[in-house]
Each structure stands twice: as C-alpha cells, then as structure tokens.
C-alpha cells in the first residue's frame, strides 16, 4: 500500500470553528488532492497540489483551503465548519508522470460539523 | 470523457475468477480505462489501467476490446476480501492532474464463499 496517513481519522466539531486536515505522505509523489464523498454525490475534488506551494481548486473548493508547504504534507482547511461540510475526506497522491489518474488513496477522515 | 456502463451488482464464488464488465462504446483514441475499487468504508484503491493491450499485474488482468468499446476486469481467483464496489472510468491522460477522479454508480461485486 501506498504510505499516506490522514489525520485524524475521525473529529466531531461546531459550526463556525476552523478545523484542519492533515495528509501525510512517504513517497515522495508530485501530486496530492483533497476530495469529500457524500452519498449522492459521490466522489468530488476540492483541492489538489502539483509541487510544494503549487496548489489550485477543484469542483468544490469554496469554504476550503489548502496548503504545501513541503512535498509530504498537503493540508485541508475548513475556515469556518458548516454542517453542509459533515463529509468523508479522503487525500490521494499520484506519482510524477502523465498518468495522473493513477492516484492512490489514503484511509479518510470522517468528520461531523454539528 | 466517454460514459461507462456497468452492471449494478455481481455476484461470484470464492476462489473463481471475477470477471467484471464495462462497456465504453465512445471511448475516444487517446482515452485510458481506469479500474478502481472501494471496500466499505474505506479509501478508494487504484487496480489498473490500459490504453489498446491488454494489462496485468498482481491484482488484475485487463483486458480491452479491439475496437476498445468494451473492457473487462478480471480477479483471477477471487477472494471474500474482494467484495467491494468497482468502478470503470475513461480518462484523457492530460499531464497537468487538474481533474480529478469521478466515480459512477460502479458494479457491487460480492464474494460467496
């Protein structure tokens, strides 16, 4: 398996508090992405990372941010939780190359905003 | 990027080869099939992708139509662990990693044991 840990695993929060997600990777890979998954919804990207301090949205980004400040770490920002935000967040990383849709995944954070 | 149907559900025996199928009769030529899975309540989990060839490697073998509208999965010996949810997806390689993944409804493959 691909070594990403996501932290935590689980948090229940407050509307109206900021709340951050950590990815943690040990491959060293280029890319880095933050989704949310609903039932409904699916799978829908927020943000994603090509390189430290490279970042851009995805489908999904308002109420988000996020930040690379080095290759293993790509964290996901919730400014100020709402109850619209109780998700599953996964991060995934994909290797350097053209095959982008090679992405692997971590184990998701399950988050509650009540 | 070309739609993909799939079965909703499967069924298959343990220890039996898995064989799931997808159809994607608009495919275009520089478009890739992706195969993912999803375990309950876990991450998604990348299995293989192809172009033309067919593809293996220690999970799966992959194998693609001539004229690429189809493909199918195959779990050569199926195991209760692969009960999952699997999902066929058509890409354009596109370099830059700017979309990201969207699942369909995916097939629902269950394990008997």
């Known amino acids: 398996d691909a070594g990403i840990t996501q932290s935590p695993r689980h948090k229940v929060t407050e509307t109206g508090t900021p709340v951050t997600l950590r990815c943690h990777q040990t491959?060293?890979?280029?890319?880095m992405y933050w989704y949310r998954q609903d039932p409904g919804h699916g799978l829908r990207l927020i943000h994603y990372?090509?390189?430290?301090?490279?970042?851009d949205k995805g489908e999904v980004s308002d109420g988000y941010s996020v930040s690379r400040s080095k290759t293993e770490d790509f964290l996901l920002t919730l400014e100020s939780a709402t109850s619209s935000q109780t998700s599953v967040y996964f991060c995934?990383?994909?290797?350097?190359?053209?095959?982008?849709?090679?992405?692997?995944f971590g184990p998701g954070t399950r988050l509650t905003v009540t | 990027d070309a739609k993909t149907t799939q079965p909703p559900s499967m069924d298959c025996a343990e220890g039996r080869a898995a064989n799931l199928p997808c159809n994607h009769s608009?495919?275009?030529?520089?478009?890739?099939v992706y195969w993912y899975r999803q375990i309950h309540s876990q991450g998604p989990q990348y299995i293989i992708h192809?172009?033309?060839n067919n593809e293996t490697n220690e999970m799966a073998s992959l194998i693609i139509t001539e004229d690429r509208k189809s493909s199918t999965l195959i779990l050569p010996h199926a195991t209760l662990r692969d009960t999952a949810v699997y999902y066929c997806?058509?890409?354009?390689?596109?370099?830059?990693?700017?979309?990201?993944?969207?699942f369909g409804k995916g097939t629902h493959l269950i394990i008997q044991p």
């Open positions: 995934a990383i994909s290797p350097t190359s053209r095959t982008n849709y090679e992405q692997y």
């Open positions: 491959e060293n890979h280029r890319y």
């Open positions: 990372s090509y390189g430290v301090k490279d970042t």
């Open positions: 608009t495919i275009s030529g520089n478009e890739y």
């Open positions: 192809g172009l033309k």
């Open positions: 997806i058509v890409r354009v390689n596109s370099g830059g990693g700017a979309d990201g993944l969207t």
